[in-house]
């Protein structure tokens, strides 16, 4: 499906693919960026912000952050095989076990990540050697995004892994730094058409079970079970995000996201308040989402109180507010 994107204002200097807007750096500045994607909540490609960074491969990562501990995914295998009806956790709520980097990295080329689909998701670099990073942080000035909600967090594994559809009630930035993904978005007003989980999984799971993940797998729909989703799928952008590119998320739009190739696939991201207002505001999605956390509450303070009196307290405190 190529449909070209009809921008009104012909300055930027802009071309598209699957409808996604590519928009290059040096027609980047805070205010097309505001006026054209962050008021209307629109999703961008930024292309050219990061000319000179390192090579985030797997040599750079374990040099950085070889000693530190993060909690590992362990998706297995069968999952995306299965009637997501059938799941009992789902995305940061999926067993997890705390490793070291060069563990990981060990595990990533010794074939035991691929046979297990194991992922390193939305683990925070906050206190980490990579905490700060200038030329990401130039690229956001240059966009003119403020006021983020997270650290940048690290999401890393091999080509063939995939984060299901979701979406987050905050906007995001996706910023690739080695190898590829291809993300698939849906429109905000697509939500029920793409079978949410139910709010009241939230009562009988906590946050292992989602109510902002959807049940269709958009790379092999199934129209008979989920009929809704034809007019959701037909709505659909498709992106392939190659090294040095910075996908803007707004709140709202459902992304699914898969790592190419065969390689390690590393990739960080950032949530950001959303402005206006108005748009968080009216945004459906984001309630639906902070009502479930709501939902989630007995669950959240369960494992709050068994974390605060456990002997590795700092690990599952930090373990619990990346769930959150
Ligand atoms: O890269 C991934 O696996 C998922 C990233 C994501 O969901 C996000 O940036 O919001």
């Given at each position: 499906?190529?449909?070209?994107?009809?921008?009104?204002?012909?300055?930027?200097v802009?071309?598209?693919?699957?409808?996604?807007?590519?928009?290059?750096?040096?027609?980047?500045?805070?205010?097309?960026?505001?006026?054209?994607?962050?008021?209307?909540?629109?999703?961008?490609?930024?292309?050219?912000?990061?000319?000179?960074?390192?090579?985030?491969?797997l040599?750079?990562?374990?040099?950085?952050?070889?000693?530190?501990?993060?909690?590992?995914?362990?998706?297995?295998?069968?999952?995306?095989?299965?009637?997501?009806?059938?799941?009992?956790?789902?995305?940061?709520?999926?067993?997890s076990?705390?490793?070291?980097?060069?563990?990981?990295?060990?595990?990533l080329?010794?074939?035991?990540?691929?046979?297990?689909?194991?992922?390193?998701?939305?683990?925070?670099?906050?206190?980490?050697?990579?905490?700060?990073l200038?030329?990401?942080?130039?690229?956001?000035?240059?966009?003119?995004?403020k006021?983020p909600?997270?650290?940048?967090?690290?999401?890393?594994?091999?080509?063939g892994?995939?984060?299901?559809?979701?979406c987050?009630?905050?906007?995001?930035?996706?910023?690739?730094?080695?190898?590829k993904?291809?993300?698939?978005?849906?429109?905000?007003?697509?939500?029920?058409n793409?079978?949410?989980?139910?709010?009241?999984?939230?009562?009988?799971?906590?946050?292992?079970?989602?109510?902002?993940?959807?049940?269709?797998?958009?790379?092999?729909?199934d129209?008979?079970?989920?009929?809704?989703?034809?007019e959701?799928?037909?709505?659909?952008?498709?992106?392939?995000?190659?090294?040095?590119?910075?996908?803007?998320?707004?709140?709202?739009?459902?992304?699914?996201?898969?790592?190419?190739?065969?390689?390690?696939?590393?990739?960080?991201?950032?949530?950001?308040?959303?402005?206006?207002?108005?748009?968080?505001?009216s945004?459906?999605?984001?309630?639906?989402?902070?009502?479930?956390?709501?939902?989630?509450?007995?669950?959240?303070?369960?494992?709050?109180?068994?974390?605060?009196?456990?002997?590795?307290k700092?690990?599952?405190?930090?373990?619990?507010?990346?769930?959150?």
């Amino acid at each position: 499906m190529q449909i070209p994107s009809q921008e009104s204002n012909s300055s930027l200097v802009e071309s598209s693919l699957n409808q996604i807007t590519y928009l290059h750096s040096c027609a980047i500045t805070p205010k097309i960026f505001w006026e054209n994607y962050q008021k209307p909540g629109k999703p961008v490609v930024l292309t050219g912000l990061l000319e000179h960074r390192p090579e985030w491969n797997l040599e750079f990562l374990n040099d950085r952050l070889g000693d530190r501990k993060f909690p590992v995914r362990f998706y297995g295998k069968e999952r995306y095989k299965q009637d997501k009806g059938t799941w009992q956790n789902i995305g940061s709520g999926v067993e997890s076990r705390s490793m070291r980097f060069s563990e990981y990295a060990q595990k990533l080329l010794n074939g035991e990540a691929d046979e297990k689909d194991m992922y390193l998701g939305k683990c925070s670099l906050k206190n980490t050697p990579l905490a700060d990073l200038p030329q990401i942080n130039q690229a956001q000035a240059q966009i003119g995004i403020k006021n983020p909600v997270t650290d940048f967090n690290l999401w890393c594994g091999l080509g063939g892994h995939t984060t299901c559809l979701h979406c987050d009630p905050f906007d995001g930035t996706l910023i690739q730094l080695y190898g590829k993904k291809k993300v698939i978005l849906f429109p905000p007003d697509q939500l029920y058409n793409l079978y949410p989980f139910s709010l009241i999984n939230h009562l009988r799971y906590g946050l292992k079970m989602r109510a902002s993940y959807s049940r269709v797998y958009p790379q092999q729909p199934d129209f008979a079970l989920f009929p809704k989703f034809k007019e959701a799928f037909s709505q659909r952008l498709e992106v392939v995000l190659n090294e040095g590119e910075i996908l803007f998320i707004p709140n709202g739009w459902w992304h699914e996201v898969t790592s190419l190739g065969e390689g390690v696939v590393c990739s960080i991201n950032i949530f950001w308040h959303i402005t206006p207002l108005s748009r968080a505001l009216s945004s459906w999605n984001k309630w639906r989402i902070h009502l479930a956390s709501i939902l989630a509450a007995p669950h959240i303070l369960k494992a709050w109180l068994a974390a605060i009196i456990s002997q590795n307290k700092e690990q599952k405190l930090r373990h619990l507010i990346q769930r959150l």
